[in-house]
């Protein structure tokens, strides 16, 4: 059974500690995930309830209030299947869009003023990230290794980004971090 990137990364909270919805949302924003998944706040209960409904997540002892209350435990199929799609997303070299790639495709169309200001703009966004990423990870406590890999990964690969950008656009350098 193949697994979205949203779902799994869902289905991997729950696996780290039982948990609801809006404990979720608490883990999902402390540890900057929507820097590298698209998961919304409207659509944590959706996932919650797909993968129930798949046979992945369990709610033993269902109470009878609001669904926001409701806590997710994990299936023996759901360790299965995570682990299996887990294992795939590290393993496979898979594509991904890369919007930035189109836009310089199509590099033709603009100046070399405004492909440059685009580049700063863009720049300036990602020193915004990087310093955000940054500061969530060092105002958690002791995170799970899974965490601590995603911000070091996360962190390297827009660095990685950071640099092509300041060689693009010739930044000072007293302004390079």
């Given at each position: 059974?193949?697994?979205?990137?949203a779902?799994?990364?869902?289905?991997?909270?729950?696996?780290?500690?039982?948990?609801?919805?809006?404990?979720?949302?608490?883990?999902?924003?402390?540890?900057?995930?929507?820097?590298?998944?698209?998961?919304?706040?409207?659509?944590?209960?959706?996932?919650?309830?797909?993968?129930?409904?798949?046979?992945?997540?369990?709610?033993?002892?269902?109470?009878?209030?609001a669904?926001?209350?409701?806590?997710?435990?994990?299936?023996?199929?759901?360790?299965?299947?995570a682990?299996?799609?887990?294992?795939?997303?590290?393993?496979?070299?898979?594509?991904?869009?890369?919007?930035?790639?189109?836009?310089?495709a199509?590099?033709?169309?603009l100046?070399?003023?405004?492909?440059?200001?685009?580049?700063?703009t863009?720049?300036?966004?990602?020193?915004?990230?990087?310093?955000?990423?940054?500061?969530?990870?060092?105002?958690?406590?002791?995170?799970?290794?899974a965490?601590?890999?995603?911000?070091?990964?996360?962190?390297?690969?827009?660095d990685?980004?950071?640099?092509?950008?300041?060689?693009?656009?010739?930044?000072?350098?007293?302004?390079?971090?």
């Amino acid at each position: 059974m193949e697994l979205t990137p949203a779902e799994l990364t869902v289905l991997g909270l729950v696996i780290e500690r039982p948990q609801h919805g809006y404990d979720l949302e608490q883990v999902i924003e402390q540890r900057g995930i929507r820097q590298w998944t698209d998961i919304g706040f409207s659509s944590i209960y959706y996932l919650l309830t797909k993968l129930e409904q798949r046979g992945l997540l369990h709610v033993p002892e269902a109470p009878a209030a609001a669904k926001s209350r409701r806590i997710f435990h994990p299936t023996a199929e759901g360790r299965r299947v995570a682990t299996q799609n887990a294992l795939a997303f590290i393993a496979e070299a898979r594509p991904h869009p890369q919007p930035l790639l189109v836009g310089v495709a199509n590099l033709a169309m603009l100046t070399a003023q405004q492909y440059e200001q685009a580049l700063r703009t863009r720049l300036a966004q990602l020193e915004a990230r990087i310093a955000a990423l940054q500061a969530a990870r060092q105002a958690q406590g002791p995170l799970p290794g899974a965490a601590r890999e995603v911000f070091s990964y996360s962190l390297s690969l827009m660095d990685a980004e950071r640099q092509w950008l300041v060689s693009r656009v010739q930044v000072p350098h007293d302004q390079q971090n």
